[in-house]
């Protein structure tokens, strides 16, 4: 649901954080359009804490390392139950000083 053109319109396939972003703040979409934490009554209780630790963790690695892609290496989705993908994705990974 993740890719789907329906729920995010027709560059679903693009990375693009923006699409999140409302005059510069974070708005949340409707948990029911992406259901990986579920939504409603039955959402998953540890939902918090994986976001709180996943921000901790990006914020640690992008204070020490600027990341950057891989020049010329693919980057497409394998459609699958976990989406997941198909090539990998390649950083390169500096350390700021």
Not at 56 to 65: D, E, H, S
């Amino acid at each position: 649901m993740g890719r789907m053109e329906y729920n995010w319109g027709y560059d679903a396939a693009l990375f693009k954080p923006e699409r999140w972003l409302k005059d510069g703040l974070f708005q949340n979409s409707s948990p029911f359009k992406f259901t990986a934490f579920q939504a409603g009554p039955r959402i998953c209780l540890g939902k918090d804490s994986a976001y709180l630790q996943m921000k901790m963790a990006l914020a640690i690695l992008c204070r020490f390392f600027k990341f950057s892609l891989v020049p010329n290496h693919p980057v497409q989705y394998r459609m699958m139950t976990i989406l997941s993908m198909a090539h990998g994705l390649k950083l390169k990974a500096v350390r700021c000083l």
